[in-house]
């Protein structure tokens, strides 16, 4: 008789989402519930730490009875916790932290902690069902744009990532400049369909220099600043635009943005020598980015997986990493502490 799999509960509170799922150790989800944050930082458009964290706090214990009562589990039927420890807010990634470990500590269970960014990458394997190590990996989201070199599932290096601004952070604040809703990144890519991409010549950082695996998007966000305003004029909000020229903008900024994206990880891809890639994090799920890298990566001859577009953005499935992590006995101790930093890996 087959052995019946386990079943991970996996939590994800880095940023703006209460999330929370249960997979099993043969990948298949069992529940997933994502309480998006979404309407409380629109009229800041930013992500409040402070309110993040307060919210996390309200939703977190919700969200799982949720998640158990859709798999049809009691808490005591979870094998094992995992969850999302780095990097993130400090106060939205404690409420996380701190409500496995008392899962883990209450119902004596094992303990997992998730790297967010390498959980985004897990999505494509997730999602694909299929082995994608060792791949380049690149995740963009609204906190990081980072290329790696994925050998493992344990074992990510960092190739490079944007010295300033994410991209979804750029797609964030032009999003603002330009008087469309928070988040930015969906706003500006359906505006973008009514707009000419070639309108604005937007600059592209590091593109010239084909080896620096890096990113630059401030002097972009710059660039579409002055585009708005001219140069000299300071308050972005007293100029009226067309809906034309906020469809040119975002187009233009858009397709700057994707035309660094694909020729960094085009290089990635080359320098690494590597035949597979995997992209994840909110950016991910742009349309033209999902086109444009495909066709990058299939004038390479590259396996090419992209998380389906309910994966991208951030939820607790991608935490299914944990069930390699557990594998491995690679167990985080009561103790376990956030890491809210830039990790280097
Ligand atoms: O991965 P994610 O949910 O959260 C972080 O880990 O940061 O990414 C959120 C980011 C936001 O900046 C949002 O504007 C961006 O993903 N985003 C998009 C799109 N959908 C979400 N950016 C561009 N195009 C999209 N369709
Ligand atoms: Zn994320």
Redesign the pocket.
Known sequence: MARPSLKFLTLES????TAAAIVTDDLQVLASVVASQEKLHRQYNGVVPEIAARAHLERVLPVIDETLRRAGLTWEAIDCVAVAHTP?LVGSLLVGVSAAKTIAFVFDKPLVAVN??HG?IYACRLASGMEVFPCVGL??????THLYRCAAPSDFELLGGTIDD????A??KV?TMLGLP?????A???ISNDGDPNAYSFPRSFLKDADRLEFSFSGLKTAVRYAITGPGKKDVQAVKLSSQQVADLAASF?EAVVDCLVAKTKAALKVTNLKTLCV????????R?RSRLASMAESLGVTWHIAP?EL???NAVMGAIAVEQFRAGALAPLELDVRPGLVRN
């Open positions: 880095t940023c703006d989402e993130g967010h960014l985004h995740v963009v989201s609204g906190g990081h994410a991209a979804g952070e797609f964030d999003a928070f988040p930015g990144g969906p500006i890519s359906r858009q994840g994090g909110g950016v991910a799920a742009n349309p980015l577009v991208c953005t951030d």
